[in-house]
């Protein structure tokens, strides 16, 4: 899932091309979801611009549409990759690092049995009840703890899109391999999402443990409705008509807009503004392209998924310190309870600011950590499973599919 440079505009990039600044984009909306999760109360929180900072987890779905459909698209409807080893590599992809961020918060519910039984003490709730219930275990690890069985998110929570996302390969890889890479197809399947997501779900495109399969759906084949849209320009030599610096910070002014304004039954055009975005910053030629090139923007979409996944468990390992210095009293620091849960406040500027940037430091180092140590070489692991199974598949006589996402 990971993207790299644009050919020249008379040309459409090969499968094995990576498109390196909406990698960075990726790598920015993650940022963003962590920052929406910090548990610190401050004045933002519970402003309309505040919260539709959720709305970021869209882009991920329309992004990994556009991938999927550039990496696979033309592969899967050839016939020179097979549905096993397309989903051996997406498993590869989404699972390691899923599954050790469980085992994480399941090593953290047994400290607070410890110390609920040593300590007599409750720190962030009583171990294993609630969302990280023994019940909903199974669920998450067979992720299916999207689909409007458990009544919350669960466990890591930020998971519930990779739960939904995952069956959204599935259904991508039948409809390629049986229909072809088809706009009407995507259309129709987008439009389903839409409209299930509208019919449905009681908060708009604000749905997760219950309508969040429609809600990926959505933005999944939206994406893939914007890479047909930028290979139709790349092969009619359009890309310098519809691509430079002012058209790169006009999206980004109607993203930022959107984000701020957007209510109720307007957040259903989520996936409609970050199609624009992917649209755009797909060729790579504006003044803000060049600032998503540098490598500061290019690290964070390397760790991105790393950081998507891993800050939860952070900030509950620090609420859980939090609590403790609480009860005792420690640096004046308070909960202060919001629609959202409890949150927290050393009551002084300075100490707020320190834990703020403290928060991001820690993730940013812990999901550098994550990407080397289990995301890269598990990754690496299951495409070198879906390569030795491809050659046996032809007989050794051509090179298996090359992994790219």
Not at 5 to 28: E, I, K, N, Y
Not at 32 to 42: Q, S
Not at 265 to 287: D, M, Q
Not at 315 to 327: D, I, N, R, S, Y
Request: glycine residues 8%; hydrophobic residues 50%.
């Amino acid at each position: 899932m990971h993207s790299g440079t644009v050919p020249h505009q008379s040309s459409t990039p090969s499968s094995l091309h990576r498109f390196a600044v909406l990698d960075a984009w990726r790598g920015v909306c993650a940022l963003l979801v962590t920052l929406y999760h910090i548990p610190l109360a401050h004045r933002l929180q519970g402003t309309q611009g505040f919260l539709n900072m959720q709305m970021f987890v869209d882009f991920f779905f329309v992004l990994s549409g556009f991938v999927m459909c550039h990496a696979y698209g033309q592969q899967l409807t050839s016939g020179k990759a097979r549905f096993d080893g397309f989903m051996i590599r997406r498993f590869g992809r989404v699972y390691p690092l899923h599954l050790a961020l469980i085992l994480g918060f399941l090593v953290l519910e047994l400290a607070k049995m410890a110390i609920t039984l040593t300590l007599k003490m409750d720190i962030d709730g009583a171990p294993f009840t609630g969302p990280r219930s023994l019940e909903s275990l199974g669920a998450n690890l067979l992720l299916i703890q999207s689909f409007n069985l458990l009544g919350m998110t669960s466990w890591n929570g930020p998971a519930w899109s990779i739960s939904v996302e995952f069956y959204a390969y599935i259904v991508f890889a039948v409809v390629v391999m049986l229909a072809g890479m088809r706009t009407a197809l995507f259309t129709a399947l987008a439009t389903i999402g839409v409209a299930g997501v509208a019919l449905l779900s009681p908060n708009y495109i604000f749905t997760t443990h219950n309508y969040g399969f429609l809600r990926c759906i959505y933005g999944f084949f939206v994406g893939c409705l914007v890479y047909q849209a930028v290979m139709w320009t790349m092969a009619r030599g359009l890309t310098k008509r519809v691509s430079s610096t002012g058209m790169e910070l006009a999206v980004v002014a109607i993203l930022i807009l959107f984000i701020v304004f957007s209510t109720g039954p307007t957040s259903l055009l989520a996936p409609i503004v970050f199609a624009g975005v992917v649209y755009v910053f797909a060729f790579e030629r504006g003044i803000v392209s060049t600032a998503l090139h540098t490598s500061p923007a290019q690290a964070l979409g390397l760790w991105s998924y790393s950081i998507y996944m891993v800050h939860v468990l952070i900030f509950t390992v620090e609420k859980m310190g939090m609590g403790l210095l609480a009860k005792k009293g420690v640096l004046g620091l308070t909960a202060v309870q919001t629609a959202t849960g409890k949150l927290w406040t050393f009551n002084n500027v300075a100490l707020d600011a320190a834990f703020f940037a403290t928060q991001i430091a820690l993730t940013l180092v812990v999901s550098k950590w994550t990407y080397d140590l289990i995301e890269d070489p598990w990754r690496r692991r299951f495409a070198a499973i879906a390569s030795r199974r491809e050659l046996k598949q032809q007989g050794g006589s051509s090179s298996p599919i090359p992994a790219v996402a």
